[in-house]
């Protein structure tokens, strides 16, 4: 699991940095999200927090287009992804995700569901996107397992196969929506490990998370948003050990 | 009272009316039923999948005439449907099949069917976890790809028992198409006993053609019952296994 090359993730920022510019969202006439400003730079990890039902999940959805912002701007680097005309389909190969309930192909096996989207979006020979996907597979620390239908999997594996699955079109950024708040508490280690893994390799991440350990240890910024609006964004340490706003000073005496 | 039994049993049960009848409904009008619920199917499973995707767009200029199309036929009495395409077409100058009665008769059971395969399909392919389905869109997959590799084969799977009980309908829904006039080689089962009771001022010849309807379509029931048991069965230990 830790065969990604060792970089730290705070100083030189590398990496797809993605900007929200007074994002607002509602369904119906419930506003989920609120002129939300927010940059996540390139390689570092953002985890966002949050109350049930603030718009954490909203916004990660936003960020590959899974939802439409009703106004303002999302930038992945320096293309405007909610720009009329922005091609979709290509925006979303640069952006992988990982969600709460895994959402396995469940009639594919495990290597197929990791090198089908190499197959017919990148246009790979099966061969050489089975190759590829079993690299990304060991990476994960699934290798042996390719053959096996999603069922057949622990929750923990099966996250572990859909972070292979998105890691495998190389994207630029990564977003988890609560990936480990659906597995038994003594697979959620193995998941993060991977995510911690992949953070200090420098990918840029955007960690929707209950996990407030993982956020302090991983997290160059962490973000708290409440009822769609962003009250509270610091380096971890501040963050957790003086936060200013009375929501989220509420919110961590309840989480932690 | 046991000389209305006496009436009832030789109108519709005269043992010697059913054997006389047998032969023609078995070798003429039984391959007959079965070519045309075969080519009914066909129709009806093509022009169903595309209603069904039509049902399933994101856009409402596609979705609300599916949605009337299915509406309508599944709403219409069969009997109109089939006088309609059957009589119609070639009185509106729209003689695809020519003179030949046994192409307009596929082409109206094929219609009203593809209504309920639509229906069939729309459900299949709406059983598919939506989550894959945005998990397939987040690898940057199209939605046509999505639908091919993800919503199909799996919509599929589930929706083949039902697809099959619907050809039980169909089987008997030809039986409609008498009402067109087929010529003698072409008269399927029902058309053959109802020229047979008229004939014979007597309507046994109709309970042959049922005993040979229900022959085919009770062990077909059960067998689908079966069938989608077995899927059922099979789908249930998998989520009990994966939880």
């Not at chain 1, 609120?34 to 916004?59: F, H, M, Q």
């Amino acid at each position: 699991m830790s065969e990604m090359p060792e970089r730290r993730q705070t100083g030189a920022h590398h990496g797809t940095s993605v900007r929200f510019d007074r994002v607002n969202k509602s369904f119906g006439r419930v506003a989920v999200l609120r002129d939300i400003v927010l940059e996540a730079p390139g390689g570092v990890t953002t985890c966002i927090v949050g109350p049930s039902g603030s718009g954490k999940s909203t916004l990660l959805r936003c960020t590959n287009l899974l939802e439409r912002p009703e106004s303002g701007r999302i930038l992945l680097g320096e293309i405007e992804i909610t720009a009329a005309g922005a091609n979709v389909d290509a925006i979303r190969t640069r952006v992988g995700m990982v969600f709460q309930h895994f959402h396995l192909f469940s009639h594919l096996s495990v290597l197929d569901n990791v090198s089908l989207a190499l197959r017919k979006v990148r246009r790979m020979e099966r061969e050489q996107a089975e190759d590829v996907a079993r690299a990304k597979l060991a990476a994960v620390a699934l290798g042996g397992l390719e053959r096996r239908r999603p069922s057949d999997l622990s929750g923990g594996q099966q996250q572990r196969v859909a972070i292979a699955r998105a890691l495998a079109m190389e994207p630029e950024v990564m977003l988890f929506d609560e990936a480990t708040s659906a597995l038994d508490p003594e697979l959620v280690k193995d998941v993060l490990g991977v995510m911690r893994d992949l953070a200090t390799a420098g990918m840029t991440m955007i960690v929707v998370t209950h996990e407030m350990r993982f956020a302090r240890e991983v997290a160059g910024q962490v973000v708290f948003i409440d009822q769609g609006r962003i009250l509270e964004l610091g380096p971890p340490d501040e963050f957790f050990d003086r936060p200013r706003h009375p929501r989220l000073r509420h919110f961590l005496e309840k989480v932690l | 009272m046991s000389e209305g039994f006496h009436r009832i049993f030789s109108t519709f049960f005269d043992p010697g009316m059913i054997v006389q009848a047998l032969p023609e409904v078995l070798t003429v009008g039984l391959p007959n039923t079965l070519l045309l619920s075969l080519f009914a199917s066909a129709i009806g499973i093509a022009l169903g999948l595309l209603v069904a995707a039509g049902l399933l767009s994101g856009y409402t200029s596609v979705r609300l005439p599916c949605r009337g199309y299915v509406d309508i036929l599944r709403g219409l009495p069969h009997i109109l449907t089939v006088y309609l395409i059957g009589q119609g077409l070639p009185l509106a100058g729209l003689a695809i099949f020519g003179g030949n009665t046994y192409g307009y008769a596929a082409l109206a059971i094929g219609l009203i069917e593809s209504a309920y395969f639509a229906e069939i399909f729309r459900a299949g392919f709406q059983s598919v976890e939506r989550g894959q389905v945005e998990a397939a869109r987040s690898t940057g997959m199209t939605r046509l790809q999505t639908m091919r590799h993800i919503i199909i084969p799996q919509g599929a799977r589930r929706v083949l028992p039902p697809l099959t009980g619907q050809f039980i309908l169909v089987i008997k829904a030809t039986s409609l198409v008498y009402l067109l006039g087929l010529t003698a080689s072409q008269r399927e089962m029902f058309a053959i006993a109802q020229d047979a009771a008229i004939n014979n001022a007597n309507l046994s010849p109709l309970t042959a053609a049922g005993l040979v309807y229900l022959a085919l379509t009770i062990p077909t029931t059960y067998a689908v019952n079966a069938w989608d048991r077995r899927i059922r069965g099979a789908r249930s230990t998998h989520a009990v296994e994966g939880d």
